[in-house]
């Protein structure tokens, strides 16, 4: 385990500057002395893009690549179109990364408010792949703006992507309790690439047979989120399917208040990038009023990346004990969330 | 008003027997003396593709062609790989009929059970396109079941086809008392798709000046689904997404037991299919355990396309009665739902 940690700053726009000093602040407190933490600050979103025309270029790439991770706060503003800050940053970022491996847990922990009745048991991860799919801006437009438009969006699947994917999740379900392993796709409608994926997650499961595995379209996959969360120990996914069922499930164990991810190349070939499931929020940018906890949870999916699972592990600790006493605190800053986790870590 | 109905009966797998007898007896017990109802059984699905081969016919669908509906229980059965009914049978007739208005009501009705906290108000439609998008079976794969292999699969988006889908989902709000219509697509990383669908929803909009509009991503409208469900008055969106968000309705709504649908084709060039959101439920075919009432909704939104509004309402207004006070009547089999329906219906 390296002693150093040379991380790549992104606050962005909107809440992301607000989060972002929080996350670092709790990384701060659970770091110990010995291991050295440099940080670089970068002005990627929304202000740069206006001030030069520039989302993500090749020198920017360059000099991301020499970080040994990346914590990013949040991308996006109403004043830039749609579209040009996703696919010119984010989904840019990600594909030159090849952050295939895009980590989202679940987890529903007591006494924090969801939308469903009776309190149910969340504790899953959703492992979406993150660099095919329809992501990757295949497809274009014809006679645009014309009676005769014809718009394409081709998802891209290989078996190569598929595969590594598939065998990532295997071994993240390999290794919890419960060893279980759900495919969501659309196999019966989306058939060339549902056979794909569907192949080749049983090829796979030949290696790892320890694990319980099951198949699921997606949309019976939301309703199964609703009704029956505790079903789910790891869901591998497409990149569409992924991001949707995501949202669901951030938004039934929690919100995406407290909703992490990291876009993680496994392989170490490019750094990794951690980030709220959260976007902006420009409607309460500067104000305080940003929950930082989703950040602070990236932290630890970036500590557990970079190899130090025992300060991830605390960090975990701290937020699950915070969120546990959250109902009794009454309402907090986003400095003053920061403040008691950095205090709880370090304690 | 034609004062006869010619309905194709489909009544599939599964369940999809007895949901449909169940349908068809109200249907009778609230038609009019005048109104003569004829019917022809069709015998498709997973028993005739095990004897035949065959899914659809050309045949077929000429025989179909001279209906005024159709009534379908459920298609699909372990026993046929997955894809064969569903392109060969469900797809296929919605494209060759050009059904391209998929409508699917949420309404949660006092006292009905939904897995959301604090009963909230659920009341909308979603409009969702059945003929393009993902969903055309564009696409293929190269190097099938080698390391090499890459399959995609290409969505379809056009002008002519989401222009008459907005505009009849514009139609459906303005005549709704909170004229309210949502977009839901994914823009910012669909461009191509979503630029089409952004550019043809806010072009029609002028044209109905009285309906409030807004836009929201995919993966957010399933976070509202289950936040604040009350938000939504109609929806329209692409197939895909459609049939990820109205599984995740029904479930919020009272679950895809009284969840009803329509394949419509507005212009009535083709016959319209009527059919519940549910599937074929093989695990309790045969046992009086499926609940037909979403069977019967979908007989109620038939109606409304056949022009008998007052008869619609009578079912509609049967179905709200019975589930409202279903918590107090114990359980009942298929058959008795069904004949409880048909008597308030007929009184
Ligand atoms: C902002 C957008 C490009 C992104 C995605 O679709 O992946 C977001 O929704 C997410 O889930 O990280
Ligand atoms: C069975 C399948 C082809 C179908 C669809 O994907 O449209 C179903 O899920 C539905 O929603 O009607």
Known sequence: MSRSINLAVIPGDGIGQEVVSEGLKVLSAVLPQDVKLETKEYDFGARRYHATGETL???DLDALKQHDAILLGAIGDPSVPSGVLERGFLLKLRFAFDHHVNLRPSK???????PLAGQPEIDFVVVREGTEGPYTGNGGTIRKGTEHEVATEVSVNTAYGVERVVRDAFARAQARPRKKLTL?????VLTFAGHLWTNI???????FPEVTTDYIHVDAA??????????????????????????LAAAVSGGIGVAASGNINPGRDFPSMFEPVHGSAPDIAGQGKADPTATVLSVALLLRHLGYDAEADRIDAAVTADLTERATLGARSTAQIGDALAGRVAG
């Open 184 to 188: 969501v796709h659309k196999n019966n």
């Open 201 to 207: 997650f049983n090829q796979v499961a030949t290696e």
């Open 222 to 247: 939301t309703i199964y989120l609703v009704t029956d969360p505790a079903r789910f120990d790891v869901i591998v996914t497409d990149n569409l399917f992924g991001d949707i069922i995501t949202d």
């Open 108 to 114: 529903l922990l007591p006494g924090v408010a969801t």
């Open 57 to 59: 270029t090749d020198a």
